[in-house]
């Protein structure tokens, strides 16, 4: 039985303080209650538009802690009344649906190949044209019309090709909004950035101390890791597999955003290029 009187004479005992935070504690649990999630989506996202910190780092801290409270305000008002079995059979959807993303462009590994190609038949064709001025230097019809043209337009494709890769280059260490984040980013059952200790030494060749921190680090996050899965709950793991699955769509969109910019870039270096060598033959013929 609930004894009032001693309930009234710790609230009676509390500072002024810790009063108000029971107080405003209260008052946001009957809030959530009332609010639906229609509310909880439009509330977060106004706090997170008022943030006036300019720092990339407290910007990010802010953004966070704003994004994590009610991500989990509304997974609670739509999932906490659920039964184990419901939740288990959510997260087993959530699971299917994040497998079939599509996470790779095909055009991407084309367009790399065919760049290639073109540096290696481009160079070989630079040096068979620079022979060829050579052998014809006295003939002055056939360096016109034919052989400076087509230098011409060799230099542009590998100036594409090069272009293009190096493009590709710059993608590939692209540093991701959701790498910042501990609490909304990589869920740590599915990525080594959160289980795994982000000061083991993955050098090449390591130093005997190195070796013997890898074997340290290893030990304790395989400990961390199993004590992460024997306390997590259904709803723990719902929340993970959200996070997982957002976090795969926003890298769906930048992987499909660049694959498009790539395609553009090497598109318009062969118009380009091919524009060159038309236009030098017009102004030639003409």
Not at 88 to 113: N, Y
Not at 139 to 159: C, G, R
Not at 206 to 229: H, P, V, W
């Amino acid at each position: 039985m609930i004894d009032l009187d001693n309930i009234k004479k710790e609230i009676a005992n509390l500072s002024i303080e810790d009063k108000q935070k029971l107080i405003d504690g209260l008052n946001d649990e009957n809030n959530l209650t009332n609010m639906s999630i229609d509310d909880l989506l439009t509330d977060g996202k106004a706090k997170i538009k008022k943030i006036t910190e300019k720092t990339f780092h407290k910007l990010g801290e802010e953004v966070e802690n704003i994004t994590s409270e009610f991500v989990d305000k509304i997974i609670d008002k739509s999932f906490s009344k659920k039964s184990q079995e419901n939740i288990k059979i959510d997260i087993e959807f959530i699971q299917k649906q994040r497998q079939l993303l599509p996470l790779e462009a095909g055009t991407i590994s084309f367009i790399l190949t065919i760049s290639s190609q073109f540096l290696t038949f481009g160079a070989a064709g630079v040096a068979l044209l620079f022979k060829a001025i050579s052998d014809y230097k006295d003939n002055i019809h056939i360096l016109q019309f034919f052989i400076y043209p087509i230098l011409i337009f060799y230099v542009f494709i590998s100036i594409t090709s090069i272009t293009t890769l190096i493009y590709y280059l710059a993608q590939s260490v692209f540093r991701y909004p959701f790498l910042s984040f501990d609490k909304i980013g990589n869920a740590w059952p599915y990525f080594y950035y959160k289980s795994i200790n982000p000061n083991t030494p993955r050098i090449v060749f390591q130093s005997r101390k190195s070796r013997k921190n890898s074997l340290s680090y290893y030990g304790e996050d395989m400990l961390q890791f199993t004590a992460n899965i024997s306390k997590s709950t259904y709803l723990d793991w719902l929340k993970q597999e959200l996070r997982q699955y957002f976090l795969l769509i926003s890298y769906q969109g930048y992987a499909h955003q660049f694959s498009l910019k790539l395609t553009h870039w090497f598109l318009g270096g062969i118009i380009l290029s091919c524009s060159v060598l038309i236009g030098l033959f017009l102004g030639l013929i003409l």
